[in-house]
């Protein structure tokens, strides 16, 4: 029972799908023939519809050119261009009209002054007026050049050598220490170059002086020294023996004029310079050997 009931199925679905393959075929040739119907009437080459497209074929040539259209409107006006480059410069007009002359204006600073215009012709000579007073000495001149041999005059050579010497004494025993000795007593003082007061020979004429000294000690040794400006230039040291002894020394130097020469105890306590008032037994003495002869020559230039 069932198989037969499976069988009618089958058998109708047999009837069923060959219905449906008909339907299809009929739709297939109705839609190709219509299709065809439609492409004679319009023109265009055959072409299924199931069949694929086929390439695209070449441009065709362009058509002719159309008709002119009509003109549009006048349109707005554009905006002002740019100003163009400057001109070259014309040539010079020719002179105008002069000109009505304007209202006088104010008078101006003062200007500057102007230069000085050429001499005018000489006039005539005025009166002589009085002499006006000396002026100031001018500056001094030129050493003028050697005059002509004046005659002979009288010999004044004595009054242009120098004369410089001294001898003093001492009238106190054991002076000060570290200062200028005074020798009070004067023996020869030829020039006052030799000061009794403070102890010191000045020098008055530059050149080569000789200096000595002897010293009576008794009871204390001697250190005593010659002192040019401040520097010992000898140094003579005697110790007491317990008798009466000498010390002396001697130098000759250059001196230039105020140069300051004396002699000095340089140790404490060794002033032992002996002085007995009825004798001249310390003596300090000094003279020019000989004068610095570019000075004197200078010096008679002045007296001539």
């Not at 198989?3 to 799908?17: A, F, G, M, P, W």
């Not at 008909?22 to 265009?44: A, E, P, R, T």
């Not at 000045?202 to 080569?208: D, E, F, L, T, V």
């Amino acid at each position: 029972m069932i198989s037969v009931k499976t069988l009618n199925i089958s058998v109708q679905r047999q009837e069923d799908s060959k219905m449906l393959i008909v339907i299809c075929i009929v739709s297939l040739m109705y839609c190709i023939s219509g299709q065809l119907l439609n492409n004679k009437f319009k023109g265009h080459a055959s072409q299924y519809i199931c069949s694929i497209p086929g390439l695209p074929g070449p441009p065709g040539q362009p058509g002719p050119n159309g008709a002119s259209g009509a003109h549009g409107r006048i349109g707005l006006p554009g905006r002002d261009g740019r100003d163009g480059r400057k001109g070259e410069k014309g040539e010079k007009g020719d002179t105008g009209l002069r000109g009505k002359s304007g209202p006088v204006g104010k008078i101006g600073e003062k200007g500057d002054r102007g230069l000085t215009g050429k001499n005018g012709p000489d006039g005539f000579a005025g009166v002589k007026g009085m002499l006006g007073p000396d002026g100031p000495p001018g500056e001094k001149g030129d050493k003028g050049q050697r005059g002509l041999p004046g005659k002979p005059g009288l010999c004044k050579c004595g009054s242009l050598v120098p004369k410089s010497a001294f001898t003093v004494g001492i009238t106190t025993s054991y002076p000060e220490e570290k200062s200028p000795i005074v020798f009070n007593k004067v023996l020869f003082n030829e020039g006052e170059h030799y000061n009794p007061t403070t102890g010191k020979f000045i020098c008055a004429y530059p050149g080569i002086y000789y200096f000595s000294y002897d010293i009576t000690l008794a009871n204390k040794h001697l250190a005593i020294g010659l002192v040019h400006n401040g520097q010992f230039r000898i140094k003579t040291f005697d110790a007491n023996t317990g008798n009466h002894d000498v010390a002396s020394g001697s130098t000759v130097m250059y001196l230039n004029p105020e140069d300051e020469v004396w002699l000095e105890i340089f140790f404490t306590d060794q002033n032992g310079l002996f002085s007995d008032p009825n004798w001249a037994d310390s003596l300090f003495s000094g003279f020019l050997l000989y004068a610095d002869t570019n000075y004197f020559d200078a010096l008679s230039e002045d007296y001539a």
